[in-house]
């Protein structure tokens, strides 16, 4: 998807130089109240962070174009209707399975999802999960060893663009899902614990076409289970 504002390289370090700092995102972007527009959240962590997994590039392309541009696609189709004094997430909601409200929805989902996806990693993740989270998954799965297995595959067999998710079903139940395009399990009743992109622009400048490889290494080496844990809890 294209961006309308050019990407500003230097404008994007500068305040990525702040990001260290931030150590939570909002789940939803935020609106300072009902009739201002929304944000693009800081991400929790630098542009270089996430090296050599996902590279500096790809992060401020990623961010500081794509996201950026569902922010502000959805500030300039909300005004005037409905929806505008909804939050980010009863907005995803109200426009879910309409296609008169497509292009809201698509926006709006996808500013969540990415938002999601940013706290879903961190610098030295992956590995293993902490206890509580580790036996829900061992009790659903299995074992860690099965999950990953089933999260790699499910994820990385998604045709197109979307998205791979582990989330809590509403019978409590730990499942691997993944949607396409701008669909989120939000519209579905199940709580997102994780999530990986799998959207091209995510990790092609990366890998080329090797989606299995950028999936694997998200996995193994970025995955943040103390925010899949916190989403468990309070899910």
Known sequence: MSDPCPFDRRRFLQSASTLA???ALPLSTSRGHAAAPFTLPPLP?????????????????????????????LNKLVPGTPFADLSLEEIVRATAGKPEQAAIFNNAAQTWNHTFYWRSMRAGG???????????????????????KQFAQVTTSQFGSGWGWLVRDTGGKLKVVKTPAAETPLTQGATPLLTIDIWEHAYYL??????????????????????????????
């Open 21 to 23: 700092l931030a150590t």
């Open 45 to 73: 962590y630098t542009d270089s962070a996430l090296d050599p997994v996902i590279s500096a590039t790809t992060l401020g392309f990623h961010y500081g174009k794509h996201h950026k541009a569902y922010v502000d696609n």
């Open 126 to 148: 992956g590995g293993k999960p902490p206890a509580a989270l580790a036996k829900a998954i061992d009790e659903s799965f299995g074992s860690f060893d099965e999950f990953r």
């Open 206 to 235: 990366d890998y080329q076409n090797r989606r299995a490889d950028y999936v694997n290494a998200v996995i193994d080496r970025l995955l943040n289970w103390e925010f899949a844990a916190d989403n468990l809890a309070a899910g």
